[in-house]
Structure formats: structure tokens, C-alpha cells
């Protein structure tokens, strides 16, 4: 475990979309599972339900609204996958990784700054009034989540002392960051579920607004767009492993299963949590986001920058 | 058996339905719901997410008009079926997805909405439209359970359709910038909003489609953003009171348990809790089958303990109240109800009141006269304007559905074919605020 992250040849990218999108049914598989259950139906009859639903959307005709900026809606719809790969790439996975690059926490946190824009492009591609509130909500949403997320991030570059993943995976070797910076993990974990416009966060694709940004989205634009979602979930639950979860470090199985291992917990974990947690207001959540969230992140911040200083000294 | 028959078999085994209920026929779309759950299908949000439009109800002339323009916005593979009796709804259902999955059947429908593309949509025409409704939706076509897919759609009406309802979208004050049209909409006018700052201003008609809505309901909004700043209310009735359901379901109480349940599952789920929604539609479907009542109460009581026990509930629904201040409809509208306009506690009460039902088998209170439900509901409809005005958007919703309106008891009134042709030449009454072209559909 010792060993430092490799930067594995170009010709693996090939691997990534793959990986993703398994990752990314399974955890629509899971989620159908539990909508299954809830109806009363048995659980596994709900697993397959996500291939049903691709199905479904691959023989429907794509419509397209009145006067709609038909550009910037299929590039809101298209965009989602491929920022969820460009994030993927600076994952490590075990021992090896796409992209080592110096910055990959902040090129993290630049693609799911994008997602805002995703977003928005979506809600307001479809020129109708519901789509357009769909897309406002997720705005008030990224203001109150994105500063946290940001604070969150930072965290465990200050204690490994750099922004490159490998460097955070390394200095996690004693102790994972999850057991010394909770708040910074729990705060991590919600901006993902939020980013992702889901669960808790999933106001801007409400049944009160009627789907919200996907109110009129159809065919393979819904598809791409509902991909993409579990696809940022995935990326997202796949970069809590190397940031606070020690990456692949664990007993017996090798360093690559153990990420694969720890991704799929923590995206199970994210899919459970929608059928759990009704969904938060986003004018209540702003609120709480900067008067109490925001705080927390930077006290966990300040003391984590203590330790790593004092540690430092010593 | 191809690739293509055997996407369309897989797609088939997840229908989304988009549900129209016409005031009056609820019990059909409580069993239509319960049958889509047990058959793992979707209740569908919008036209575009939908396969089969179902219509619950013989649909008075504007609602009608309504279901048409949907039909028109449902991207296809689509079918439809109108339901006016609750007996065969599953037979109807498997008519549906074999004709979801009849490709010669779904592309002949396709081509021939493509064709009607052709672009005559200079000028949008109103009589055009009227004359589509009426056809369309003729009477004959109405029978309990009739699928129909519709390949005769007609020609050239598609593009007025399409730049009619972008038109509600965008009207609003608009009128000033008449000469400024894009594909025929006006461009939205301003307006100073709550907060003073300048606001593109909106008139968007919501409903009659729109899932846990009202049946019928129709709130004419003045948008900017996401906040009301004036709202009409008015209801779209069923064609006549005697083509109504000739036997409920359930006799009192059985009616007045599901009736609370199928309010709690509204409220829930515009709360953004759909597992406890989904429990109260359980308990709500297990009323409508027949179980004994005194079973029940239990699993009503366990509900409403989790419902009072939530703490995001309580934070989400911090404050929203349907209580308005004026003195004289406040003891009219919340008649029968002792408790207090906080949409949290109503909720709660409904949950308890059934608990009380199911166990005892017997009301605290008499259940209103028909008379005394109608009065009820139009007191209520009477302060919508003035409790929606200055809400956003969720909030509006929520206190809509606190309301627990009961469309069906107002006297029902069929439009005049005048009335029906002035609403259309305006626009008539979009869906959900979407606009669909439905000309340019791309294959």
C-alpha cells in the first residue's frame, strides 16, 4: 500500500465509460429494487427495472417545445455523462489512475461546478414555465451547497498537504480521513446527493413543479439526462474513497477491488437515502446551509489546519 | 422475433401513465393507481414522459379540449383510454401494451402526426383548433375502456396547438411587445417582483393535468419566477352529473377513510415524501379492496405517528398555513375540522380522524350533506386567489392540496359550445405550462 498512485496508460480511458456505466445501473437497479418494495412488489422485480425504462426511452420519439434553444437543452442533456467521466478520471482505482494531475481536487470540484450549468441549460432549454422553475430551483440549490462542498473538499488537501488524489490517498495510510474530519465527510457526502438533484435535494425535479427541469425532456434526451444523474451520483460516491476513505486500502482483497468495494457502499448508501429522508425545501435549505453548514465546514477546516501544522512541526 | 419487438416488449413492462381525473370519477383513478402499482408501471408527471393517456371520466367540452391537447404532446409510442366504468380496467390496460408494442400500428401514427408538419403555422388558427377538439374527442370515441390509437390525427392543426399553449406561457404582459413574436409567442413583459427587482412576467394556467391536483381545478397564474403574483381558480367540470359513477365503491365510512388517506397521499407526495405517500396509498387501496376497517387502524395509526415524528416534515412545512385572515371564510372553509390551517397538523388529522373512522366504525361528527360539501368547496375556492397571491410555486401546491378540495361536489356545469370556443381562441388551458411543438418532432 505503500506504494505511490501510477499514472496508467491513455488506452485504459476506454475502460472508464464502461466501469461507470455498470456502476451507475446498479445503482438505478437499486433504486427500482426499492421502488418496488415500496409498492409492495418483491424486490428484486424492481432491479430490472432501469433496463425497462432505457428501453422505453430508446423507442420514444424526442419532442421538442415551442421556441426551444434546442443547442443549449441538448447540451444541458448531453453534458452530464461527460462531466461525470471527465471526473472519474482523476479517481484512482487501487494503485492506478487516468490522470495524476497536481490540481485534481479542484478538478473535481471544476466539474461539478459545470453541473450548475447542466443543469440550468436543461431547465431552461425547454421554454416552459415549469422547466424554468426546475432550473431556479437547482441555482438556489448550488448557492447554498456549493461553498460547504468546496470548504469540504479542501479539507483533506490541507492535511495531506497537496491537491493531487494520490498525495490525499498516501497521506491517509495511519489513519482514514472519515475518522478525523466527520463533518467535512458528512458535509461531502450531501453536496454529492445535492449536485446530483437527488434524494433530499431533489426539489428541482419535483412532482410539484411536474418533473421540474425534465418536465418536457423525452426519448433519449430523458435517458441521457437520467444517466448522467446516477453517472455524477457514481463519480461522486467514487471520490469519497480516495479522499476519505483511505482509497484501496483494507485487509485481504486487493487495492482495486477494495475501491470498487468501498464506491459501491457509499453509492448504495446515497440511492438508500432517497427512500429514507423526505425531500428538503430549497428556500429552507439555503438557510441552513449558510448559517450552520458553512461554519461547521470551516471549523473543520481550522482544525484540521492545526493539526497538520503542529504534526508538520514535529 | 427481432431486436425491435423485443425493445418494445421490455419498454412495455414499465408503461408511464399520465392520469387525467375528471371531477367525479376519483374512484376510478384510486383503482387505475392501484392496478399501475401492481403491475410495477409509472404514474407519469407530464405528457412527455407518458405512453398512455388515461382518462378517468366522461370529460365535460373544455376539459375535453384539454385531454386533446395532450394527447397531442404525448411523444409516441402513445395510446389512450378513457375509463368511465371501474370494472375492466385491466383488461383495458392490456389492450394498451398491445398497442404500445404494434410497431405498423405506432409508426402509421407517427408518420401521419410528421405529415400534418408541414409547415402552415404562419398563421395559428383558433377555429382550426376548436374544430380538432370536437372531432377528436367525439362522444362515440368515449366508451368504458375503448383503446384507441389514433392514427387519424388531423392535418395542419399541430403547429396552432403547439404556438397556442407557448402563447399562455408567455402572454402575460406582453402585449406592448406585440410586434416582437417568436414562433408566434410574444416575448413576456416585466414587471417589479416582491423584492422590487424587475421580473419577466408569466400568465400560466395550472392544471387540470397535473398529478396530485385536484380534479378539474384550473389556477390561472400570474407568474415572476417562481413566486404567484395573482391566481384565479375555477373548475372544469364533467360532461353531466348523471354520467357519473353510478355506485360508489364504498358506503360511509369506508368513503370517508379512503377520501382522507387519498388527501394524505397528495399532501405527502407534494411534500417530497414518497415512501410515507406510498404507505398511505397502501392503506388508502387496501380501504377501496374491502379489507375490514378495524384492521386498519393500526397500520393508520403507525403512519400518522410517523408523519407527526418526522423532523424535516415538520421544517419543511414550517408555517404553511391555508388559513387566510378574513374572518368569514375561515370558519366556513375549515367547517367539520377542528383543527387549526397549519398544513402539518391538518395532515396529521386526516390521519387520525381515519384512525378513529377505522377503529370505531362510527363519525364524531355527521359527514356533510352533499349540499353543505358544495358550499364547502366553493368557500374554499373563494380565498385560493388570496392564499396563493405571493407564494412560490411548492408552497401554492401544498396549500392546495392541505385544502383536501373536493371538485366533485360543486355543482357541475357543462360549458357552452360559446364558452368553450372564447377559452380556446385565448388559449385555452395548457396542461402543466409546457409547449409542445408537436410538428417537429424528431424520429
Given at each position: 500500500?505503500?506504494?505511490?498512485?501510477?499514472?496508467?496508460?491513455?488506452?485504459?480511458?476506454?475502460?472508464?465509460?464502461?466501469?461507470?456505466?455498470?456502476?451507475?445501473?446498479?445503482?438505478?437497479?437499486?433504486?427500482?429494487?426499492?421502488?418496488?418494495?415500496?409498492?409492495?412488489?418483491?424486490?428484486?422485480?424492481?432491479?430490472?427495472?432501469?433496463?425497462?425504462?432505457?428501453?422505453?426511452?430508446?423507442?420514444?420519439?424526442?419532442?421538442?417545445?415551442?421556441?426551444?434553444?434546442?443547442?443549449?437543452?441538448?447540451?444541458?442533456?448531453?453534458?452530464?455523462?461527460?462531466?461525470?467521466?471527465?471526473?472519474?478520471?482523476?479517481?484512482?482505482?487501487?494503485?492506478?489512475?487516468?490522470?495524476?494531475?497536481?490540481?485534481?481536487?479542484?478538478?473535481?470540484?471544476?466539474?461539478?461546478?459545470?453541473?450548475?450549468?447542466?443543469?440550468?441549460?436543461?431547465?431552461?432549454?425547454?421554454?416552459?414555465?415549469?422547466?424554468?422553475?426546475?432550473?431556479?430551483?437547482?441555482?438556489?440549490?448550488a448557492v447554498a451547497y456549493e461553498l460547504p462542498l468546496m470548504f469540504a473538499l479542501i479539507t483533506p488537501a490541507v492535511a495531506a498537504q497537496s491537491l493531487r488524489v494520490g498525495d490525499v490517498v498516501t497521506a491517509q495510510q495511519d489513519l482514514w480521513f472519515v475518522i478525523w474530519m466527520p463533518i467535512a465527510f458528512v458535509i461531502f457526502c450531501s453536496s454529492v446527493i445535492a449536485f446530483s438533484s437527488w434524494g433530499p435535494y431533489a426539489t428541482a425535479v419535483g412532482r410539484d413543479i411536474a418533473g421540474g427541469f425534465l418536465t418536457d425532456v423525452s426519448g433519449v434526451d430523458r435517458l441521457l439526462i437520467l444517466a448522467g444523474r446516477y453517472a455524477v451520483l457514481t463519480a461522486g460516491a467514487a471520490f469519497a474513497v480516495p479522499l476519505f476513505l483511505g482509497g484501496g486500502a483494507g485487509p485481504l482483497l486487493p487495492d482495486w477491488l477494495w475501491t470498487i468495494v468501498k464506491t459501491a457502499l457509499v453509492l448504495a448508501a446515497f440511492i438508500a437515502i432517497r427512500h429514507r429522508v423526505p425531500t428538503i425545501r430549497p428556500d429552507r435549505f439555503a438557510e441552513v446551509a449558510w448559517i450552520i453548514v458553512l461554519p461547521a465546514a470551516l471549523l473543520q477546516v481550522l482544525i484540521v489546519a492545526i493539526v497538520a501544522t503542529i504534526t508538520l512541526g514535529s | 422475433m427481432g431486436v425491435t419487438s423485443q425493445v418494445a416488449r421490455l419498454a412495455a413492462t414499465a408503461v408511464h401513465v399520465l392520469i387525467v381525473e375528471v371531477p367525479g370519477w376519483s374512484e376510478t383513478r384510486m383503482l387505475l393507481e392501484a392496478e399501475l402499482n401492481r403491475r410495477g408501471w409509472i404514474s407519469a408527471l407530464s405528457p412527455a414522459d407518458a405512453d398512455l393517456l388515461a382518462i378517468c371520466g366522461t370529460p365535460g367540452e373544455e376539459l375535453r379540449a384539454v385531454c386533446d391537447r395532450v394527447w397531442n404532446q404525448l411523444p409516441g409510442p402513445r395510446t389512450l383510454v378513457n375509463f368511465t366504468a371501474s370494472a375492466r380496467i385491466a383488461v383495458s390496460l392490456d389492450a394498451a401494451v398491445a398497442d404500445l408494442v404494434d410497431d405498423s400500428r405506432q409508426r402509421h401514427d407517427a408518420v401521419s402526426r410528421s405529415r400534418s408538419s408541414v409547415p402552415d403555422d404562419s398563421q395559428p388558427d383558433a377555429v382550426g383548433h376548436e374544430e380538432h377538439g370536437a372531432h377528436e374527442m367525439a362522444p362515440a370515441d368515449a366508451d368504458a375502456g375503448s383503446v384507441a390509437a389514433r392514427p387519424d390525427m388531423h392535418e395542419g392543426m399541430h403547429m396552432a396547438d403547439g404556438a397556442d399553449e407557448a402563447g399562455m406561457d408567455h402572454a402575460g404582459m406582453g402585449h406592448e411587445n406585440m410586434e416582437m413574436l417568436i414562433h408566434?409567442?410574444?416575448?413576456?413583459?416585466?414587471?417589479?417582483?416582491?423584492?422590487?427587482?424587475?421580473?419577466?412576467?408569466?400568465?400560466?394556467?395550472?392544471?387540470?393535468?397535473?398529478?396530485?391536483?385536484?380534479?378539474?381545478?384550473?389556477?390561472?397564474?400570474?407568474?415572476?419566477?417562481?413566486?404567484?403574483?395573482?391566481?384565479?381558480?375555477?373548475?372544469?367540470?364533467?360532461?353531466?352529473?348523471?354520467?357519473?359513477?353510478?355506485?360508489?365503491?364504498?358506503?360511509?365510512?369506508?368513503?370517508?377513510?379512503?377520501?382522507?388517506?387519498?388527501?394524505?397521499?397528495?399532501?405527502?407526495?407534494?411534500?417530497?415524501?414518497?415512501?410515507?405517500?406510498?404507505?398511505?396509498?397502501?392503506?388508502?387501496?387496501?380501504?377501496?379492496?374491502?379489507?375490514?376497517?378495524?384492521?386498519?387502524?393500526?397500520?393508520?395509526?403507525?403512519?400518522?405517528?410517523?408523519?407527526?415524528?418526522?423532523?424535516?416534515?415538520?421544517?419543511?412545512?414550517?408555517?404553511?398555513?391555508?388559513?387566510?385572515?378574513?374572518?368569514?371564510?375561515?370558519?366556513?372553509?375549515?367547517?367539520?375540522?377542528?383543527?387549526?390551517?397549519?398544513?402539518?397538523?391538518?395532515?396529521?388529522?386526516?390521519?387520525?380522524?381515519?384512525?378513529?373512522?377505522?377503529?370505531?366504525?362510527?363519525?364524531?361528527?355527521?359527514?356533510?350533506?352533499?349540499?353543505?360539501?358544495?358550499?364547502?368547496?366553493?368557500?374554499?375556492?373563494?380565498?385560493?386567489?388570496?392564499?396563493?397571491?405571493?407564494?412560490?410555486?411548492?408552497?401554492?401546491?401544498?396549500?392546495?392540496?392541505?385544502?383536501?378540495?373536493?371538485?366533485?361536489?360543486?355543482?357541475?356545469?357543462?360549458?357552452?359550445?360559446?364558452?368553450?370556443?372564447?377559452?380556446?381562441?385565448?388559449g385555452g388551458h395548457s396542461v402543466h405550462g409546457g409547449a409542445v411543438d408537436d410538428g417537429a418532432i424528431h424520429g
Open positions: 500500500m505503500a506504494d505511490a498512485i501510477v499514472q496508467v496508460s491513455p488506452v485504459w480511458a476506454v475502460l472508464a465509460p464502461l466501469g461507470l456505466l455498470l456502476f451507475a445501473l446498479a445503482g438505478a437497479g437499486l433504486n427500482g429494487a426499492l421502488v418496488g418494495r415500496s409498492v409492495g412488489r418483491p424486490f428484486l422485480s424492481g432491479a430490472s427495472a432501469p433496463l425497462a425504462e432505457a428501453a422505453r426511452l430508446l423507442r420514444q420519439r424526442r419532442q421538442v417545445t415551442v421556441a426551444a434553444d434546442v443547442l443549449l437543452w441538448r447540451v444541458g442533456a448531453g453534458g452530464l455523462v461527460v462531466v461525470a467521466l471527465l471526473k472519474i478520471l482523476v479517481i484512482p482505482l487501487g494503485p492506478w489512475t487516468l490522470a495524476d494531475l497536481d490540481v485534481g481536487v479542484v478538478w473535481f470540484n471544476t466539474m461539478d461546478v459545470m453541473i450548475w450549468a447542466l443543469f440550468w441549460l436543461i431547465g431552461w432549454g425547454a421554454n416552459s414555465a415549469h422547466s424554468l422553475v426546475g432550473g431556479y430551483r437547482f441555482l438556489s440549490l | 408566434g409567442i410574444p416575448l413576456a413583459g416585466g414587471g417589479d417582483d416582491r423584492d422590487g427587482l424587475e421580473m419577466d412576467v408569466l400568465t400560466v394556467p395550472f392544471g387540470p393535468v397535473l398529478s396530485h391536483w385536484p380534479a378539474g381545478l384550473v389556477v390561472e397564474c400570474v407568474l415572476q419566477g417562481d413566486v404567484i403574483v395573482s391566481a384565479e381558480a375555477r373548475i372544469l367540470a364533467a360532461a353531466s352529473r348523471s354520467a357519473k359513477l353510478e355506485t360508489p365503491i364504498a358506503a360511509e365510512p369506508r368513503q370517508r377513510i379512503i377520501r382522507l388517506c387519498d388527501q394524505s397521499v397528495q399532501l405527502l407526495a407534494l411534500a417530497g415524501w414518497g415512501s410515507a405517500a406510498q404507505s398511505a396509498c397502501r392503506l388508502r387501496d387496501a380501504a377501496v379492496g374491502g379489507v375490514v376497517m378495524s384492521d386498519q387502524a393500526v397500520a393508520l395509526d403507525r403512519l400518522r405517528r410517523r408523519v407527526e415524528r418526522s423532523v424535516v416534515l415538520r421544517w419543511s412545512l414550517k408555517g404553511v398555513n391555508v388559513d387566510v385572515a378574513s374572518k368569514d371564510t375561515d370558519t366556513t372553509a375549515l367547517s367539520g375540522n377542528k383543527f387549526s390551517g397549519d398544513i402539518r397538523l391538518r395532515l396529521i388529522g386526516w390521519l387520525r380522524e381515519a384512525t378513529e373512522l377505522a377503529g370505531t366504525g362510527k363519525f364524531r361528527m355527521s359527514p356533510l350533506t352533499g349540499a353543505e360539501a358544495a358550499q364547502e368547496t366553493q368557500n374554499r375556492l373563494a380565498t385560493l386567489p388570496e392564499l396563493l397571491s405571493g407564494t412560490d410555486l411548492g408552497t401554492a401546491r401544498l396549500l392546495i392540496a392541505g385544502l383536501g378540495l373536493d371538485t366533485s361536489a360543486v355543482p357541475s356545469y357543462d360549458a357552452s359550445p360559446h364558452n368553450a370556443h372564447h377559452s380556446d381562441a385565448n
